[in-house]
């Protein structure tokens, strides 16, 4: 039976807790319960190694990350940002007309060769992401795209599969998309609406540890 990590790393957390204000608990135990001697010092040095701890292990400034389709914010969030997210769409006259050129396969190699180029030695630190728009779970993949195609008139169906801000077809398609989608662009993160993420979940599970 497998055991969900998620639980063990709380119990782990719990646990080591627990050991540190016994130890704690000891210590007062020994001067105070035993040979009746009054010492702040030891309540002091754990002060001091908890608050060193916390500065030591916080970023200085929490990770920022940055959104968008388009050449100059990707620019700016490559040299800025610790994710660079791609949602894939571009509003054009005035923001009410939606330019999906960018979900085809040679806008995304485009973006990508612009973060890339951007970044510079930031590249490898960087995270890059991906706006899923759409989850469908079915058996009948090809079926759900022409559907979302009815929709999206200025891309075929076969662009629809292949960009990675749409998740469609069963499970295990699902995430070989997503292993695919990492292999060619390099994105290990993806971000949804919330209505996703149930239907998200058993493919996160597939996928923890990978």
């Known amino acids: 039976m497998a055991i969900d990590t998620g639980l063990l790393t709380n119990i782990g957390f719990y646990v080591s807790i627990a050991i540190v204000f016994s130890v704690l608990a000891l210590g007062f135990n020994l001067q105070w319960g035993y040979t009746g001697l009054f010492n702040a010092g030891i309540a002091g040095f754990f002060l001091v190694g908890a608050y060193v701890t916390a500065i030591a292990i916080t970023p200085l400034s929490p990770p920022i990350i940055i959104g968008g389709n388009g050449f100059r914010l990707l620019t700016l969030a490559a040299k800025e940002a610790d994710t660079v997210n791609l949602t894939g769409i571009t509003f054009t006259q005035g923001g009410t007309v939606p330019d999906m050129s960018g979900w085809k396969v040679a806008g995304i190699d485009e973006r990508m060769r612009v973060v890339r180029e951007a970044a ?41 599969l292949e960009a990675p801000y749409v998740l469609i077809g069963t499970v295990d398609e699902m995430v070989e998309a997503l292993h695919a989608r990492r292999d060619r662009w390099g994105i290990s993160y993806f971000v949804t609406f919330e209505p996703y993420l149930e239907t998200l979940a058993p493919i996160v599970a597939r996928l923890a540890g990978k």
């Open 120 to 160: 510079g030695q930031r590249l490898s630190r960087l995270e890059l992401s991906a706006q899923l728009q759409r989850v469908i779970v079915t058996d009948r993949r090809r079926e759900a795209a022409e559907e979302l195609q009815k929709s999206w008139k200025q891309l075929s169906v076969e662009e629809i």
